[in-house]
């Protein structure tokens, strides 16, 4: 048995857990496609189809309100009510036009239910009106642009049923595009944690032409400015200054998303050269989403002695999805990867899967492992819409909704979550790795962990420099993805330092450590808080310094990574004075 500090008080905590479904799972169940979705007043991004209503419902067309929108956006509430009411005191014909008069007639909000069942009884696919909504007017960008609303209020409703906040979930859709996967939208908004860019939201000053208002009368001009002090105080979103780096160009994320190079490449795509104040040891080794919040990775960078990120997508290394972003003075040249390689789709990690996919669902990859997981509900409904109906229509959004969860098909018109234990595989870990804690958790702590695979490939250049094994600092790594990654390497051990917050994480780390039979010593620190640069430096003496700082930012963790330089600078600092 190996050494064993800890300042945790794990040791006189005693609570039985089960493998079984603890808690409800938080995947929002098929919503009706003409349900309306929470308003928004991001800058620049696709409006809601029910702030498009808000406005109906104060008696403005439709079709005016989309003109509006189209012309100046709906980042400024007053000027687009002052744009509407120009369009009115115009002439609906004029305004609009291809739009009849009496199509421009004011409508009333369509009542709809708040359930979240799956509509398909009507739904044959011939229907491309948002929300089965018709439109008077023939414009066929009116239409493409009612169709990304649509989808964007999809978005927004999965991401609220998950529990984050609507401005979170319009800001993420505004910086990943109403086509980013729901993954990836989960992880930029646990990266905005980092930048902590959801109080730099402002409200733009659109200006409208002065000959706009010419035609306005004084009791017009009152109304209008009682509906923009109505709509300023409901729409108001604060003005608090932006994070630094906010105003910078947007992160240039590669395409294809693979590193500095990859296992099958003969020789490294880039050479770098670090500055000499990077170069280890200390190595350090620290992750992030890749798609991170606007100038997030420029803010990151610069606390790294300028290192750029190398961006990688484990799609290449296993059969499923994850980017990442890391930040590592480690280097790049003879890397080798973890034999056997993983397999690389679902059907090699999977086979018995196969007997039922059908062959209008062309994944071969699953698009990300996440902590929320689809109900039996959601997946009930699948089956029996696919048993009403085989339309392309059907079967396209079921792959989308299967894409979004990561389903995979057990039977006829029938889906079902991966288990646990097919995303260790899927991930790197062990067998059973998380087993012994209850359901949720373990989806929770996967989802948050390396692709172990991926760390692998990266640190596989310490085995040849440190023969005798290496001295570890680990921050918030979760369930122990980069330890095991030394591990699964052959690198011994000596000393692993593991500051990890959740008692989760902690209890599966330290059943690994056990199982496996580690003769290094453990030291388990409980908050990174505590990690004052005292308490460093006296690890540092204890120990004889540290080879490798490894640290991860996953989730609600992710604000954590400013806190590394801090921990690597007051590292390097009592090494020196060794």
Not at 12 to 33: Q, Y
Not at 69 to 82: F, P, T, W
Not at 275 to 283: L, N, R, S
Request: aromatic letters at 8%; one cysteine or more.
């Amino acid at each position: 048995m190996a050494d064993r500090d800890s300042d945790s008080d794990d040791n006189v905590k005693f609570e039985w857990e089960s493998d079984g479904e603890a808690e409800p799972s938080s995947a929002p169940a098929f919503r009706n496609s003409d349900a309306p979705g929470p308003s928004t007043l991001a800058n620049e991004e696709v409006p809601s189809t029910a702030l498009i209503e808000e406005y109906v419902a104060m008696g403005f067309p439709k079709e005016i309100v989309v003109k509006g929108m189209k012309e100046i956006g709906h980042s400024d509430a007053d000027a687009l009510l002052e744009l509407i009411l120009t369009y009115q005191a115009l002439g609906a014909d004029d305004a609009v036009g291809n739009c009849s008069t009496s199509g421009c007639a004011p409508q009333s909000v369509e009542e709809v239910d708040d359930d979240d069942d799956l509509d398909f009884e009507n739904w044959d696919g011939d229907d491309d009106d948002v929300g089965g909504r018709g439109t008077n007017c023939d414009d066929p960008g009116d239409e493409d642009f009612l169709q990304e609303m649509s989808q964007k209020d999809k978005k927004i409703n999965s991401l609220v049923g998950m529990g984050f906040a609507e401005d979170e979930a319009n800001i993420a859709i505004r910086r990943c595009g109403v086509d980013a996967d729901l993954c990836v939208l989960v992880d930029s908004i646990s990266a905005s944690l980092v930048a902590g860019d959801f109080n730099s939201r402002n409200i733009s000053d659109h200006q409208v032409m002065d000959r706009c208002f010419d035609s306005f009368g004084g009791r017009k001009k009152a109304r209008l400015m009682e509906e923009s002090k109505k709509r300023r105080m409901q729409y108001a979103q604060g003005s608090g200054p932006s994070f630094a780096g906010s105003h910078d160009e947007p992160t240039r994320i590669p395409d294809p998303m693979v590193g500095f190079n990859l296992p099958s490449d003969r020789k490294p795509s880039m050479t770098r050269m670090l500055p000499e104040q990077a170069i280890g040891p200390p190595f350090f080794y620290f992750q992030n989403v890749a798609r991170a919040p606007r100038g997030a990775w420029t803010t990151i960078s610069k606390k790294f002695y300028d290192i750029q990120p190398e961006f990688v997508d484990s799609k290449y290394f296993c059969a499923a999805s994850r980017e990442s972003g890391y930040i590592h003075n480690l280097p790049i040249e003879n890397r080798e990867a973890l034999l056997p390689f993983p397999p690389k789709t679902v059907f090699d990690a999977f086979p018995h899967y196969k007997k039922w996919w059908p062959s209008w669902d062309p994944r071969r990859q699953l698009n990300c492992l996440q902590a929320s997981v689809a109900t039996a509900k959601f997946t009930d409904q699948i089956q029996r819409a696919l048993a009403r109906s085989g339309n392309p229509s059907v079967q396209k959004h079921v792959v989308d909704e299967c894409k979004t969860w990561d389903l995979v098909w057990v039977g006829k018109n029938k889906v079902a979550q991966l288990e646990p234990d097919e995303m260790e595989s899927l991930l790197g870990f062990p067998r059973d790795h998380t087993r012994g804690i209850v359901k949720t958790e373990r989806y929770r702590s996967l989802a948050n962990s390396f692709q172990v695979d991926t760390v692998a490939y990266h640190l596989s250049v310490l085995r040849d420099m440190f023969p005798n094994g290496v001295n570890v600092l680990s921050l918030s790594t979760g369930i122990g993805g980069g330890v095991v990654a030394l591990h699964r390497l052959g690198i011994r051990m000596r000393t692993v330092v593991s500051v990890e917050k959740g008692e989760t994480n902690r209890r599966v780390f330290n059943g690994w450590w056990d199982q496996t039979h580690q003769t290094g010593k453990l030291v388990e620190i409980a908050d990174l808080k505590s990690l004052t640069n005292e308490r460093i430096a006296s690890l540092v003496g204890r120990f004889g310094g540290f080879d490798l700082v490894i640290g991860g930012s996953q989730g609600e963790q992710s604000g954590l990574l400013y806190d590394y330089p801090r921990i690597l600078d007051a590292i390097k600092s009592a090494m020196a004075r060794m």
